[in-house]
């Protein structure tokens, strides 16, 4: 059997006058299975092996979102917990080097509508997000999930360091964790999983052309989102946020220390999981932050 015919038997399922001329399986994904039928749709299957995520939960997500931001995002013809499908918003994925490549103008564009992104996202009033049955993110933000993730990277990661850099690791952490009220945060509607390949970028209008996988949205500390971006893009690319969004500042302490946390946790996962391709999920990030000083 093909490893595409269980997938496409559930989809002509849902959509029984399809004609499948041409189907993907992308199975990178950490929390779905993903199948790109005639380059027209889109059908996301929720992974059972690891941190299964309701469907319908990213759908009310969905829902609520399109309501307030001006990107594109996914529009649901078809939802279970188990299965999402929408039509495909076109795009590729905006990496750092794609981006930085292109005159300043496009750069600040980008930014921008990035920044517009986010303010519309982390503005929905919160009586809205109680009402759509919204959950709380899928991230780490309280005080006691980043000590018990301290001492697992302790007991797991630091011994495979090298010196200078197991130092780095524990001033980065313990810094920071000193001061249990730097983890305290105003709830807001965020993404916290917005990395390149969930931008998608048109190359000839030199534009975002929507935004993909709110698998991990929901209300949650804005800085996770402004941390994601630093990690891939560089706090320089986030400093061209202010003219839209001038409250970014006000985030960037957590985010710095988010962001400076990430490849930790990555390796941790992968340790934990016992699976090597945790290790290589993000290689490549800007490395571009301040210091929390």
């Not at 949205?217 to 969004?245: K, Q, W």
Request: aromatic share 12%; proline share 6%; charged share 25%.
């Amino acid at each position: 059997m093909n490893e595409l015919d269980p997938y496409l038997k559930r989809i002509l399922e849902i959509l029984p006058d399809l004609t499948v001329e041409r189907a993907s399986l992308k199975r990178e994904g950490i929390f779905n299975d993903v199948v790109i039928v005639n380059d027209a749709f889109v059908f996301r299957f929720a992974k059972r092996d690891y941190g299964f995520k309701d469907l319908n939960e990213e759908a009310a997500s969905l829902r609520l979102l399109r309501k307030h931001v001006s990107l594109p995002i996914p529009e649901p013809f078809y939802e279970d917990q188990e299965v999402l499908a929408y039509p495909l918003i076109p795009g590729e994925t905006l990496r750092r080097d794609l981006l930085t490549s292109l005159p300043e103008s496009d750069q600040q564009a980008i930014a921008e509508q990035l920044a517009q992104f986010f303010k519309q996202m982390h503005g929905i009033p919160l009586d809205e997000i109680a009402e759509s049955s919204i959950p709380e993110a899928n991230a780490l933000m309280e005080y006691e999930d980043w000590a018990d993730i301290y001492q697992r990277l302790q007991d797991k990661v630091f011994p495979l360091l090298l010196p200078h850099v197991r130092q780095w690791a524990t001033e980065h952490f313990e810094s920071w964790m000193s001061d249990p009220a730097n983890f305290e945060y105003e709830p807001r509607m965020v993404d916290t999983d917005i990395p390149p390949y969930h931008i998608l970028f048109d190359q000839r209008q030199r534009r975002i052309n929507g935004i993909i996988d709110f698998s991990c949205a929901g209300l949650g500390d804005p800085a996770l989102d402004f941390s994601v971006i630093i990690y891939h893009y560089g706090e320089s690319f986030v400093n061209r946020f202010y003219n839209i969004y001038p409250e970014t500042e006000a985030y960037l302490r957590r985010a710095r220390f988010y962001a400076g946390a990430t490849e930790m946790c990555w390796l941790l996962n992968g340790i934990e999981q016992n699976d090597p391709t945790w290790f290589a999920i993000h290689v490549g990030g800007a490395s571009d932050l301040r210091h929390n000083r």
